[in-house]
């Protein structure tokens, strides 16, 4: 669809490339599609005078200065709503899947340890406590799945919210959500607020039966607070789609801990999923272009209107 009404040039090669490397591009582009992995920032803006719109096939846009963005009158549109079930489904896997050890039941039997060896022993979801840190839209959709398990959910936003009651979940201060749940599950978003937001204290006031769940960002996270609380039992167990740095390089320690499970941020990775983020950013990218207004703009006081 972007073919047919634009000159498109598209970054092929792996990794992130440098601005120097984009220069002549930025110059002449107008609309930008940008993955969360590229920082989108005043030095990226300054080499783009002719910006007009950037599109993100992401809900979370914390590699974007949108202030930045706002300054320059460009709108940001980001792709909320179309992966929340999706991104959902991951984050619960990643738990069900930590309390009931199938991913080291799969090595033992892989390993052929089935027949001499104890199977590795989980924990169960009924009747336990899901607390979940940054409750919007993809906590609701957990909150769905953590009931229909027999689990009860609290939850800590910066505000409670006012449909808790429908969503079935109970709003709890930051202490006593740390201190309560047997599971955590964070999915706030990424802000000078929320980042770092789980470090040494943090991990020191979880039971030690707890386990650890991460789908929203790696940064959310001290990792280092994070491999020393692993290491000495202080919580059971981390289940991540999200990490810091991110990819994790094959050597990092984290990776050689008994009781962790990292997946490589793949939320939203469906073919669905993918395919109706693809075309949500698409659509938003040339509504800009065209100087019309974008569909899910972050900006919105710089929405075309
Ligand atoms: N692993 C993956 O592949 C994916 C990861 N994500 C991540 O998940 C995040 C959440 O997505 P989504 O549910 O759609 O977003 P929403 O905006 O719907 O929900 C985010 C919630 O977090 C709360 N929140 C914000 N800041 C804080 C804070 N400092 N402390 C506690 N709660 C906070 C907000 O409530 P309030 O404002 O009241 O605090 C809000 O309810 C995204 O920003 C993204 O980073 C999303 C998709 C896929
Ligand atoms: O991490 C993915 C997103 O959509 O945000």
């Not at 709890?172 to 770092?196: K, N, Q, Y």
């Not at 607070?225 to 059971?236: D, E, F, G």
Request: charged content about 20%.
């Amino acid at each position: 669809a972007i073919q047919a009404q634009c000159e498109v040039r598209q970054w092929e090669q792996p990794g992130v490339p440098t601005l120097n490397q984009l220069g002549e591009w930025l110059q002449a582009a107008e609309g930008l599609l940008a993955l969360p992995n590229i920082a989108v920032n005043a030095g990226l803006l300054a080499a783009a005078p002719k910006l007009r719109v950037i599109a993100q096939p992401a809900v979370g846009y914390d590699n974007i200065d949108i202030q930045a963005c706002t300054d320059r009158k460009i709108p940001v549109a980001n792709t909320p709503g179309v992966l929340v079930e999706t991104t959902a489904d991951l984050a619960f896997g990643l738990l069900l899947t930590a309390a009931r050890r199938i991913h080291e039941g799969w090595a033992w039997v892989q390993a052929g340890k089935w027949p001499e060896a104890a199977l590795p022993l989980g924990v169960d979801l009924y009747g336990k406590t899901l607390g979940i840190v940054g409750l919007g839209a993809i906590g609701a959709a957990v909150t769905r799945r953590a009931r229909a398990s027999g689990m009860k959910v609290i939850y800590n936003n910066r505000r409670q919210r006012s449909d808790d009651d429908l969503i079935g979940a109970e709003y709890c201060c930051f202490e006593e959500l740390l201190a309560t749940s047997d599971f955590i599950i964070v999915l706030t978003p990424l802000t000078l607020e929320s980042r770092g937001l789980f470090a040494a204290n943090e991990f020191a006031r979880m039971k030690p039966t707890a386990y650890f769940i991460n789908a929203a960002r790696g940064a959310v996270v001290n990792t280092e607070a994070l491999y020393n609380a692993l290491v000495a039992r202080q919580i059971a167990y981390a289940a991540l789609d999200v990490t810091d740095p991110e990819p994790l390089p094959a050597s990092h320690p984290l990776i050689k801990l008994p009781n962790i499970l990292i997946t490589p941020h793949i939320g939203s990775a469906t073919r669905e999923t993918r395919s109706r983020m693809a075309l949500l950013a698409a659509e938003n990218l040339l509504l800009g272009l065209a100087g019309k207004p974008l569909v899910t703009c972050v900006n919105n006081e710089v929405n075309y209107q």
